[in-house]
């Protein structure tokens, strides 16, 4: 079955250190992969995703992923967080047989220390 | 281009009763999905309408239903609510029927229905 695992359910960092959130998909044809985030009390915001081409995608707010299909794994990162990067997030992977469905990691807290 | 919009954002209710939330999504956009969100169990997938039709369901009782109407907005409806229905209810939007396309959904702030 389709399953996607993000090991770390909390994360704290420093203000201006790296990050790097982890995700792991199990997934039998090519994944639709996406990365969201969700602030307290509020929806999830698409960071950037991943269908096909160069693995290393970028998106919003200078958060990056890079596909590896060899590891089904599409690892998030940020080369110096920012305090208002502190929310949860949620790695996702679409399924592309047809049948659609959304399936969600169960996402990482990240605290930002100041 | 306003995004998705869900009303109520709060809900309070007692078990037994039933409750109707509502989604709006983005204009132009034809396919809605529901979302559970839980503690416990994360984000889970309810189901998918487009063009007023159901065309994927998650694995939730019958007593979660929804629809959609011509101008793609959408209602779910929980009857005979239960202490463990309480949860943040996220509706998500996208330009075209997301089975095997790659059309990104867009979320709404959802509706945060406490059942006492």
């Known amino acids: 079955a389709q399953s996607v695992t993000q090991p770390d359910i909390h994360i704290t960092v420093s203000e201006g250190a790296s990050l790097e959130l982890r995700c792991n998909y199990s997934?039998?044809?090519?994944?639709?992969l996406f990365w969201y985030v969700q602030s307290p009390g509020q929806g999830l915001q698409l960071l950037l995703k991943?269908?096909?081409?160069?693995?290393l995608v970028q998106g919003i707010k200078g958060f990056e992923a890079e596909f590896k299909r060899s590891q089904s794994s599409f690892n998030l990162r940020k080369p110096s967080v920012h305090w208002s990067d502190a929310a949860e997030y949620f790695c996702?992977?679409?399924?592309?047989?047809?049948?659609?469905?959304?399936?969600f990691g169960t996402g990482t807290r990240l605290k930002v220390l100041a | 281009k306003a995004g998705v919009t869900q009303t109520p954002r709060y809900l309070i209710k007692t078990r037994g009763q039933q409750v109707t939330l509502s989604c709006s999504p983005i204009?132009?956009?034809?396919?809605v999905s529901w979302y559970q969100q839980t503690p416990g169990q994360g984000l889970q997938f309810l189901f998918e309408?487009?063009?007023?039709?159901?065309?994927n369901k998650g694995n939730f009782p019958g007593r979660f239903s929804g629809r959609q109407f011509s101008n793609s907005r959408s209602e779910m409806n929980v009857s005979t609510l239960e202490l463990g229905d309480s949860a943040l209810y996220l509706c998500?939007?996208?330009?075209?029927?997301?089975?095997?396309?790659?059309?990104?959904?867009?979320f709404g702030p959802g509706t945060r229905l406490t059942v006492l």
């Open positions: 997934y039998g044809a090519t994944p639709y």
């Open positions: 996702a992977v679409g399924e592309t047989s047809g049948t659609y469905k959304y399936i």
């Open positions: 991943y269908f096909s081409g160069d693995t």
């Open positions: 998500a939007s996208s330009l075209e029927y997301a089975g095997g396309s790659t059309d990104t959904q867009y």
């Open positions: 309408y487009f063009s007023e039709t159901q065309r």
């Open positions: 204009s132009g956009h034809r396919s």
